[in-house]
């Protein structure tokens, strides 16, 4: 007979199966205990769990996770992720064609998407999609192929072929870091041939991203500045980043398109 711990030890491996990873709260939302008793559990269970930044993994996931943890991304810089979206939600007309791109920033920019109708909305992650498929008004377009968990995005030669054939009037890309001389970049190089054809194909190309990531550089490297038209982002800029956009004639929160 398995003792109530097992069950919980269990219960979190058919969790992690189906989503990857947990926060420590909601694996204690989930069990019905305490933050704590969820420490203690895992700690008996090293063979099977490891904690990462707050969340529970597979102790055989760790390493892939340490690349890129979406799921720890989503609680990271909350508040200038969604004032980066405010800002690029703005810049969308009822009838436009636009691409949401995979991580976590966009998801806000999903969210908001209530008033603006007609819209068709490209998209190719579990994470957007599954919010703008539920609103209302909204036609949607998915990219699909193979699956990776660490953006919970798709990728194929198929989806390639169809973006090709596709019109996008604004393209809202996300970014891991951008460097005034290494460009724009990301920490998934699956993600790349689909940003840049998507940014081959859009008459307008948003980045969308967080000011902390000015400065950085991820692994996955797919535009140089002057391929993107406008950066929405929140308040924390330094004055001198502003200025070297200014001159890289990339306008920083315009107003309209």
Not at 151 to 164: K, N, P, Q, R, T
Request: net charge neutral; aromatic share 6%; charged share 25%.
């Amino acid at each position: 007979m398995q003792t109530r711990r097992e069950n919980r030890l269990n219960k979190l491996t058919r969790a992690l199966e189906e989503g990857r990873s947990l926060h420590l709260k909601e694996a204690a939302d989930l069990l019905g205990v305490s933050e704590m008793t969820v420490r203690r559990d895992v700690a008996t269970a090293q063979a099977r769990f490891s904690f990462l930044g707050g969340h529970i993994v597979g102790a055989n996931d760790q390493e892939s996770s340490r690349a890129y943890f979406l799921y720890r991304e989503n609680s990271t810089n909350v508040e200038a992720k969604r004032k980066a979206c405010d800002r690029a939600i703005q810049l969308i007309e009822p009838g436009d064609v636009i691409f949401l791109d995979c991580g976590t920033t966009l998801p806000y920019m999903a969210s908001a998407l209530t008033t603006i109708t007609p819209l068709t909305v490209i998209c190719y992650s579990i994470n957007i999609a599954e919010i703008i498929c539920k609103k209302p008004n909204l036609k949607v377009i998915l990219l699909g192929g193979e699956y990776h968990p660490s953006s919970a995005s798709f990728a194929s030669d198929e989806a390639m072929e169809m973006l090709a054939k596709i019109g996008i009037n604004k393209a809202f890309i996300s970014a891991g870091g951008l460097h005034f001389q290494n460009g724009i970049s990301c920490s998934n190089f699956h993600e790349v041939r689909v940003k840049q054809m998507v940014m081959s194909r859009a008459v307008t190309n948003i980045l969308v991203m967080d000011s902390t990531k000015i400065g950085k550089v991820k692994a996955a490297s797919f535009a140089a500045l002057d391929q993107i038209d406008f950066l929405t982002t929140d308040d924390g800029m330094d004055d001198s980043h502003l200025a070297l956009f200014n001159e890289a004639k990339i306008v920083v929160n315009p107003k309209q398109v």
